[in-house]
């Protein structure tokens, strides 16, 4: 199956960063595909902080970095709101081919479990997701 456009929900994580590999090396494989990256941060969108715009962008810097050795076409868009429900909304109002996320444990005992975010996205978008951990 050919992705050509691929939405990656990040949160500049470990498992974010393995996601944005997994995303680079999917867009690879079909010409002129595209990544949108999706950042939602949390809480109000008039409290910006100098610090809080810094702390975003050197946790987004790892996923830029990926994208830009991959050499695919992508695009970083923050967005304010509750993560799982951001995405959610912005995948199942655009037209893309495959979300991307990656997984991330409960806890140290229930590791093998997704994350609530991960969880959520996978059941209520209506295209195909890519959990990856």
Same mark, same amino acid.
């Given at each position: 199956?050919?992705? @050509? ?8 994580s470990e498992h974010a960063a393995k996601a944005t590999e997994k995303a680079v090396? /999917?867009?690879? /494989?079909?010409? %002129? ?5 999706? =950042? ?22 790892t996923t830029d970095e990926i994208l830009k050795q991959g050499n695919v076409e =992508?695009e970083i868009t923050f967005m304010h709101g509750d993560a799982a429900k951001t995405?959610?909304?912005?995948? %199942?109002? %655009? ?11 409960? %806890? ?5 479990? /997704?994350?609530?975010?991960?969880? @959520? ?11 990856? @951990?």
């Open positions: 199956m050919m992705f @050509k456009r691929i939405l990656l929900a990040s949160d500049g090396q /999917l867009a690879q /494989l079909t010409e %002129n595909s595209f990544i949108q990256v999706i =950042y939602a941060v949390e809480g109000d969108s008039r409290l910006k902080s100098l610090s809080r715009d810094e702390e975003r962008e050197s946790r987004i810097h =992508y995405v959610i909304q912005f995948a %199942n109002q %655009n037209s893309f081919d495959l979300v991307v996320i990656g997984s991330r444990g409960l %806890n140290p005992v229930k590791g093998m479990l /997704l994350g609530s975010v991960s969880s @959520k996205i996978a059941q209520q978008v209506t295209i195909p997701v890519l959990i990856v @951990k």
